[in-house]
């Protein structure tokens, strides 16, 4: 049985998260990227087609955020420190220290001006929406904390049925005393409306690939997220547009016990962070980030306890439930390292398995 000290939950991922194991999974330092990411077409500013870009972009964004941070001096402290730390997060083995693969990806971020000099590019960086960005849960956090949940019930056994056309419901308590007890749905059909009539919460909607009509071409799969206090009348607005056989499953999670208390600032808020999460690491359909607005601190905070754990929830779901809907798995982007996705899906980063 595991046991943590559940803490630092900050965008650095260091410290008590950072000196826990990790898991052995990427390429040798000897190795060079063959997969260079560049900057996705997409309407949203700041998307990136590899994870570790997205990742390391975030954190170092985080760190220059403070003017006393003087630490970064020159390329091979970004490689050594904080591109390190990225691959720690999304579940990758660190390079061997002073490796010339980190260098080099560090310089083709300056060669494709992600990076000038030690610092960000101010043109994209220097944007309203950080805000969503800088107070982004750390996925090292939420996978540690999608192990082993504590499931109340089950509604109905989905070993009893065959998977083809059904809803399941949890109740789920996460190994967290601030993590919100959860009622996660999960179907492939039209929802339940008594289950989900004027319940706030998040979903998530797995598409498959589906014919653009403004590119008149098929769309990548894909998966979009977002919140909403009626769960149904989304769904049906999601099938109008994408049409119904389109859609292969959603997962509606809804916190338990706080529905009175949880205010729309904090539902608006906590999907704006739920987009820049998954967009991180998944090939998502969200146009834009949610609300421009950042929420009040109280507001914000409960923003990411829901995001935190909703998306450990569906971590959980996708390693541990074998549902029989079609495309059930995440439309994770492609990321030039060896083990990945399943590295992230993995809650500890304590494989012995080396390059």
Not at 34 to 43: D, F, P, Q, Y
Not at 276 to 296: F, L, V
Not at 336 to 343: I, K, L, N, S
Request: overall charge positive.
């Amino acid at each position: 049985m595991h046991f943590f000290a559940w803490a630092l939950r900050g965008a650095s991922g260091e410290g008590a998260l950072g000196s826990r194991p990790f898991c052995s999974v990427v390429r040798s330092a000897h190795q060079p990227h063959r997969i260079m990411n560049k900057k996705t077409n997409g309407k949203m500013p700041l998307i990136y087609n590899d994870p570790l870009t997205a990742v390391f972009l975030r954190i170092l964004a985080w760190e220059q955020s403070f003017g006393n941070r003087k630490k970064m001096l020159v390329g091979k402290d970004l490689a050594d420190d904080f591109l390190q730390t990225a691959r720690k997060e999304l579940g990758i083995q660190p390079n061997a220290k002073g490796g010339g693969a980190q260098i080099d990806f560090v310089n083709r971020l300056k060669r494709q001006d992600f990076l000038r000099g030690i610092k960000l590019n101010e043109k994209e960086w220097g944007l309203k929406s950080i805000w969503r960005l800088q107070s982004l849960p750390n996925h090292r956090f939420v996978r540690k904390l999608s192990y082993d949940p504590h499931v109340e019930q089950i509604i109905p056994d989905p070993a009893q049925t065959n998977g083809k056309s059904e809803v399941f419901q949890f109740l789920v308590s996460l190994r967290a005393p601030d993590a919100p007890k959860l009622r996660v749905t999960v179907g492939n059909g039209r929802p339940d409306l008594k289950q989900l009539k004027a319940i706030r919460g998040l979903y998530f909607l797995r598409e498959a690939k589906a014919k653009s009509l403004e590119a008149k071409s098929l769309e990548a799969e894909s998966l979009y997220v977002g919140q909403t206090e009626e769960f149904d009348v989304r769904w049906t607005q999601h099938t109008k547009k994408k049409g119904e056989g389109e859609i292969k499953w959603w997962v509606f999670v809804a916190p338990e016990e706080l529905q009175e208390t949880f205010t729309l600032d904090s539902l608006n808020g906590a999907e704006a962070l739920l987009i820049s999460y998954w967009s991180e690491i998944c090939h998502t359909t969200n146009k834009q980030r949610g609300k421009d607005k950042k929420p009040a601190p109280a507001f914000l905070q409960q923003s990411i306890l829901l995001v935190e754990a909703a998306s450990a929830a569906l971590i959980w779901l996708m390693r541990e439930k074998k549902f029989k809907f079609d495309l059930w798995k995440l439309p994770f982007n492609k990321c030039p390292v060896r083990h990945w996705p399943e590295c992230y899906l993995n809650p500890f980063n304590n494989s012995s398995e080396a390059d």
